[in-house]
């Protein structure tokens, strides 16, 4: 009889850890299921991440290029624009690359000292149409550049607004004049002053 109820106890313990068992392992299951749907989840980011990744990267360039065309444009339109502002550096550029282009010295009486930028002809602002054609040429689109005493000299200015009122599309000036070239250590030509349209420098 004793023996009979050690039996019966001995498996009623066993049944038990077996429930305990399976619930044991229904729950690691269980977390084991919430682990993985996690990390499935993450992998899923990640790759959506990744899947991202070159149309973030096409749009970065694409900014990055809108930025540089920005800025181009602006700088395009500073060139292009009606009031053209022309550099030492970038004239002596022209000059040395040997650009078609007429260099006009617009100083006139006591402020025209008789030196130039080599190559330059005289043209007063007060030049009749037929005086303009005559030195610069009749061709409208060819380039000019009209220089003078400096910044604070007018004359450049009233020669070139002038010139683009007679229909010359690309006029520019060199706003630093005779003395910022000679200031930036450049070539300067002594000449003869001669009468208004005359070549100089010659």
């Given amino acids: ?28 299951g269980k977390d084991l299921g919430t682990a993985f749907n996690q990390t ?10 990744v899947t991202t990744a070159p149309d973030q ?27 053209k502002i022309l550099g030492t550096e970038a004239l002596k550029a022209l000059l040395d690359a040997k650009t078609p282009i007429v260099v006009v010295d617009a100083r006139t ?18 030049a009749t149409e037929e005086e303009i054609a005559q030195t610069v040429g009749e061709v409208k689109s060819f380039h000019i550049v009209t220089y003078c005493a ?10 070139a607004e002038k010139l683009r009122t007679l229909g010359y599309t690309n006029v520019m000036q060199y706003e630093a004049g005779m003395p910022g070239w000679e200031t930036a250590g450049m070539p300067v030509a002594k000449v003869e002053i001669k009468a208004v349209g005359a070549p100089i420098g010659k």
């Fill in 109 to 126: 009486g006591k402020f025209d000292d008789g030196k130039r930028i080599p190559g330059a002809k005289t043209l007063s602002p007060e």
């Fill in 150 to 159: 400096g910044p604070t000299c007018p004359a450049s200015g009233k020669l």
């Fill in 1 to 28: 009889m004793k023996y009979a109820m050690l039996v019966l106890t001995v498996a009623a313990l066993l049944v038990a850890g077996c429930e305990a068992v399976k619930q044991t392992g229904a729950e690691a």
């Fill in 57 to 83: 990267l096409k749009q970065a360039g694409s900014d990055a290029q809108g930025t540089v065309e920005t800025q181009a444009a602006g700088a395009k339109e500073q060139v292009s624009g009606k009031q």
């Fill in 40 to 49: 499935s989840g993450q992998v899923k980011e990640s790759e959506q991440q």
